[in-house]
């Protein structure tokens, strides 16, 4: 916080200078003040930004453009971490970008950008977008708003100036300059980034209603770097949380991911209770919870979340499928059973039934990809047979792909149910994968030994084919 607070003394330094006279200009025709941070005067070094991101910025310029390192870039930047991607912002259009990038794809319909190539890295390059309101003839090419004011196509271009009022978050709309190493504030993010606030830019119901992903925008910026959110920018959300349901379940998908498995998700989920997100996004999750907040389904919900957070910060891999099949064995086991009563049918083939069930009702809402949804069916389907473990069953068991996947679902269940029957299974697969071949199969000798373990297991009568059988005998 100590580099934020060096920014904020030279940011009020350098409005003295740059603040248009307001003695004679009413405030409402008053653009917000401009802060220039030269190169001596900042923290942020050529060093710390990507090579290829610098490249498409001194192209750009070299061409005539302007080109400015723009959003969560110069945020971390400024806060002395290392950002995940670096965005550019420009003057060229999305066609220019093209004739001027050989290794350039122009990306989106609803906002064009240009991806720019450097093999497994992405440089996005957006121009500077202007206030569509401005535009005296509509083209439904560049610029579309819904009856419900919800932007649906946004490609109106404007000056840098319209740019910064136009981004969501007055702390992602700092931009770096490469020609003169400066940074520019035009909506006072300096000052919001060094109190820790997260304010939206505009009026807030206007932004949300233009695209209601923002509200989940402002919950992942407060939960990851720990801000509050200002007042203004809370107060609408519950009340607009519902238009998520207009969003399309594709887009809230990529969206949840960067809500929950982004390594903050412990703090994420708090959040979206408390200002009514989670129900549109999981509706199905959402019905089961109760009003002390200690049911199985929260409490699994809790851990698989932190569980989640901690393998992120020590650089382990996650499976978006382990995360959804956690939340969703409880709706699964209570659709089973009601299905399993409804039809009389087996328990196993009601199970699967209630797979297709759940996971169709869960895509609803946000559209699962069927390469993760296959994954689910796994490890949900592994968690009956799991206490299957006599004879070779055990070894088979472990030799499927998804056998660990299902496995650490098992100690989720046992840490959050009190079940002894669960638990002892839990630690008996625990110790076994432990152990070596010869005390492996001591364990399953043990195991089948014990009369309690044990299930009946009657073999089907052998029919003898027609023609083949003795004949009987007339008498």
């Not at 750009?60 to 290392?82: C, I, P, Q």
């Not at 609803?110 to 190539?117: K, N, Q």
């Not at 499976?319 to 064995?329: E, G, I, K, Q, T």
């Not at 994968?433 to 014990?450: F, Y």
């Amino acid at each position: 916080m100590l580099r934020c607070t060096i920014f904020t003394r030279v940011a009020n330094f350098c409005r003295k200078i740059l603040t248009r006279d307001e003695e004679n200009t009413s405030a409402e025709n008053v653009p917000p003040p401009i802060t220039i941070i030269p190169r001596d005067q900042h923290t942020i070094s050529r060093r710390d930004i990507s090579d290829n991101a610098l490249k498409v910025l001194h192209r750009l310029n070299k061409s005539g453009f302007e080109a400015y390192l723009v959003g969560g870039g110069v945020r971390d930047l400024l806060l002395g971490k290392k950002p995940k991607d670096f965005d550019i912002t420009t003057n060229a259009t999305p066609e220019q970008m093209r004739k001027l990038f050989r290794n350039c794809r122009l990306v989106g319909r609803r906002f064009r950008l240009a991806h720019v190539m450097f093999g497994p890295e992405v440089i996005e390059v957006a121009t500077f977008r202007g206030h569509h309101e401005q535009e005296e003839t509509v083209d439904h090419n560049t610029s579309q708003q819904g009856q419900n004011g919800m932007l649906i196509r946004d490609n109106t271009f404007g000056s840098i100036e319209d740019d910064a009022q136009r981004r969501d978050l007055t702390i992602n709309s700092l931009y770096y300059s490469a020609a003169d190493f400066t940074v520019r504030d035009y909506v006072n993010g300096l000052s919001d980034l060094e109190q820790g606030i997260v304010r939206l830019i505009g009026h807030p119901e206007t932004r949300y209603r233009e695209d209601p992903v923002r509200m989940l925008r402002v919950i992942r910026f407060s939960a990851k770097l720990g801000m509050q959110i200002a007042p203004e920018t809370a107060a609408p959300i519950p009340e607009l949380a519902e238009l998520l349901k207009n969003i399309p379940p594709a887009r809230l998908f990529e969206e949840t991911l960067k809500l929950l498995q982004s390594g903050y998700g412990e703090q994420t989920y708090p959040l979206l209770r408390k200002y009514q997100l989670f129900e549109p996004l999981f509706p199905l999750i959402h019905q089961y919870f109760t009003e002390g907040g200690d049911s199985p389904m929260e409490r699994i919900l809790v851990q698989v979340l932190k569980n989640t957070d901690h393998r992120l910060h020590n650089d382990l891999r996650v499976n978006p499928a382990f995360l959804f099949s956690a939340m969703y064995w409880y709706p699964l086991q209570e659709k089973a059973q009601q299905i399993a009563q409804e039809s009389g049918l087996p328990f196993f083939e009601a199970f699967s039934l209630a797979m297709n069930d759940t996971l169709d009702e869960a895509c609803r809402a946000i559209a699962i990809p069927k390469r993760f949804t296959t994954m689910v069916r796994d490890i949900w389907t592994l968690q009956l047979r799991i206490s299957r473990r006599h004879g070779k069953r055990a070894w088979k068991l472990m030799e499927h792909p998804k056998f660990r996947a299902a496995y650490d679902l098992l100690v989720l269940r046992a840490s959050v149910e009190s079940s002894a029957e669960l638990t002892r299974l839990s630690e008996w697969w625990t110790e076994f994968q432990a152990k070596n071949a010869n005390e492996q199969a001591t364990m399953l000798q043990e195991l089948g030994s014990d009369p309690a373990q044990r299930r009946r297991y009657t073999r089907p009568r052998k029919r003898t084919p027609k023609g083949n059988g003795p004949r009987r005998q007339e008498g």
